[in-house]
């Protein structure tokens, strides 16, 4: 296996410039941040950056927990990759890594410097320190599910080789370590926006909803009137529960968890 390592201090713009590495390289797989990254999808690990602080995000990045690592080192078995890309801070930092993973020693060591320049490197510095923005190279809709209560901008990329232009995705995301921009959401809030599915369909009332959210996501428990005659009542049930769902998610960024709806009664519709 050919190990590549792209080099450079927090904040210089390293996870941006992954992709572009990577592909200048061939390199279809890419070990950032407690991530294993295989053609922009992840397929083991978890985000140094969802660690409650840096310390224990450091540990993260670098696999100092042994579960994690070994699944990220199972995954690595599987799939047998000719090459890989390990970001890092320092030299010293990609070798524990790939020391951690079973992996050799980097052969190809790449500096930020080398592909950055003075211009972009200070604009990833700003990102970083006034607005807490760390990238990871995966689209978002690929992590969604690893950052519960955060809302995740998607980042376009482009990528030109050989006379062909192709279009990626990258993510941004506030860490929980760095508690700029984190997003606190009440569960008024979410009481509302159920009342608000509820008005798409044939239900005629909400008459109550229990709201609990947690760090992993939000579970919903609603009592509703529906409206008589209409569609069968499982179904009137099933858009009620699915509208609510991509209400929620699509305006919060929050996962729904579960949402249980129960028939308190039914109101009959007057010809």
């Given at each position: ?8 201090e927090?904040g ?48 993260r ?8 690592a070994q699944?990220?080192k ?79 901008d ?69 009592e ?48």
């Amino acid at each position: 296996m050919e190990v590549f390592a792209l080099i450079g201090e927090s904040g210089t713009g390293k996870s941006y410039k992954s992709i572009l590495v990577a592909d200048n390289n061939g390199i279809d797989t890419i070990i950032d941040d407690g991530l294993l990254i295989k053609d922009g999808k992840k397929l083991a690990g978890s985000s140094a950056k969802r660690e409650l602080t840096s310390i224990q995000a450091v540990k993260r990045a670098i696999f100092m927990y042994k579960d994690h690592a070994q699944e990220v080192k199972d995954k690595l078995k599987e799939i047998n990759p000719d090459k890989i890309l390990i970001l890092g801070t320092s030299q010293r930092m990609v070798e524990k890594i790939a020391s951690a993973l079973d992996l050799p020693k980097p052969q190809h060591l790449i500096f930020i410097e080398d592909i950055s320049s003075e211009i972009e490197i200070l604009k990833a510095r700003k990102m970083r320190r006034d607005f807490g923005k760390h990238v990871i190279p995966v689209p978002t809709i690929e992590i969604k599910k690893d950052f519960p209560n955060y809302l995740i901008d998607p980042l376009k990329f482009f990528l030109k080789k050989k006379g062909k232009k192709s279009v990626g995705e990258k993510s941004i995301v506030r860490p929980r370590f760095n508690m700029i921009g984190k997003l606190i959401i009440s569960e008024n809030v979410i009481e509302q926006l159920v009342k608000a599915s509820a008005a798409q369909t044939k239900i005629k009332q909400v008459l109550k909803t229990n709201v609990e959210i947690g760090e992993e996501g939000v579970n919903i428990d609603t009592e509703i009137i529906l409206g008589y005659p209409g569609k069968n009542l499982k179904l009137v049930g099933q858009d009620f529960q699915q509208k609510t769902i991509e209400l929620v998610e699509n305006l919060t960024g929050l996962d729904v968890l579960k949402i249980d709806v129960r028939i308190k009664g039914l109101q009959i519709e007057k010809k």
